[in-house]
């Protein structure tokens, strides 16, 4: 296989063994059932093709303008859906609020609305690398939603595994997207399983988080943006809900790449919101438990994007959390669902629970003195709240916000009203 230039291999973070790219397509012989690999990069070669300067001029607003810190051949040919340039939110209204400086990362606001596009359009360039005619994904719905639709950009079909009791906007989108859609009667984590074995079998291309190395890389784009958008200065802490692991994962991967350029001398401390019935590392950290021995739990959270029995990406997900001095909250589901509400009204984004919950981590984190009064802070919004509009019917249901029926005439209209804005 051709050389990527700007890449040295692949190393194990556990064992510290070194792969060349062509030796290992997935996880490190020795550690096989997690993600450890990371991709090395020659960042002398990287600081030679590329540089704030030239950032800063380029009009490409895609993901594929970091190309020299991606894994990809300089002239690979990237699906036409735009992944990347999404807005950095300045939080005025929540500023006061939250008694810190506060930007929202829209990451809804990606083709399929979910942060995984950034992820799925890279699997999509390794699958083609590598030569595979199919590309398949076990997800909870929302990383199947991203591979389907930039395969169907490419022309390459997909197989998508997601549980059965998936949300149905996405698994609306899984079909529209013309994806073989696999509806497992069990968890994500049976999923999971079954769509390694058929990958393995059928010699599918798997785009698996916490499984493909690359997945990593697609995702850290985030953090070049969030840099970038803040007039290519860090903030201070970044909050990112976490299921797999694999986001938080690569938002740490993209400030430490951005440290060993020299584009910054420090990298922010990550917060990982777990929900509190799907808080496998949020445990594991605050007991100091061994991720290599823990054994699964039984998610259960309204948050499905974050439910995970056995997070596929524990090992980077909490060298993000201690390497960066950062810290795991849980957060109950009554807490998610008022983040969307106070999402929605005080800034104008629609999240999913998954997504609201790094808002409900911020609020959390400052409660429990781990985030003090004025730091910069980035909330990651990480999917779209048309996602699960269920949840987001439950969310305004159970804080009172429920919309007026009326009559058409406009006696009732004035009546209906009066509590809210025309005096009694
Ligand atoms: C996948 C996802 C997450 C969690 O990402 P992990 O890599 O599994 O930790 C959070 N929010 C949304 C909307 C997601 O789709
Ligand atoms: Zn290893």
Known sequence: MRPIPSVLGLRCLLCGRHFETDEVDYVCPDHYGAATLSVVYDYQYVAGSTSP??????????????????????????????????????????????????????EGRQPTASLKDRASALAVLKARERGAGIITAASTGNAGAALAALCAAAGIPSVIFVPATAPQPKVAQLLSFGATVLLVRGSYHQAFDLCLWASGEFGWYNRNTGYNPYMTEGKKTVSYEIWEQLGYRVPDVVVVSVGDGCII??????????????????????IG????????????????????????????????????????????????????????????????????????QRLGVFAEPAAAAS???????????????????????????????????????????????VDPEIEALAEGLAGRFLGP
């Open 53 to 106: 300067d030239r950032l800063a001029s380029d009009p490409d607003r895609s993901i594929w303008r970091y190309r020299p810190l991606l894994p990809v051949h300089p002239d690979a040919d990237p699906p036409p859906l735009q992944v990347g340039g999404t807005p950095l939110l300045p939080a005025k209204v929540l500023e006061e609020e939250m008694g810190v400086r506060l930007w929202v990362k829209d």
């Open 249 to 270: 994962g690569g938002v740490h991967k993209g400030f430490e790449d951005l440290r060993q350029l020299g584009w910054t001398d420090r990298v922010p401390r990550l």
């Open 359 to 405: 808002l409900a981590g911020l609020i959390e984190a400052r409660r429990q003195g781990l985030v003090e009064r004025g730091e910069r802070v980035v909330v990651i919004s990480t999917g779209n709240g048309l996602k699960d509009i269920d949840a987001a019917m439950r969310a305004v249901d159970e804080s009172g916000e429920g919309p007026l029926s």
């Open 273 to 344: 919101a777990q929900a509190a019935g799907s808080a496998y590392l949020a445990q594991a950290w605050r007991r100091r438990e061994d991720l290599t021995t823990k054994p699964p739990i039984r998610a259960e959270t309204v948050a499905d994007s974050i439910s995970a029995d056995l997070p596929r990406d524990r090992f980077k997900a909490m060298a993000a959390v201690t390497e960066t001095g950062g810290a795991f909250v849980e957060v109950s589901d009554a807490q998610i669902l008022n983040a969307i509400v106070t999402l929605g």
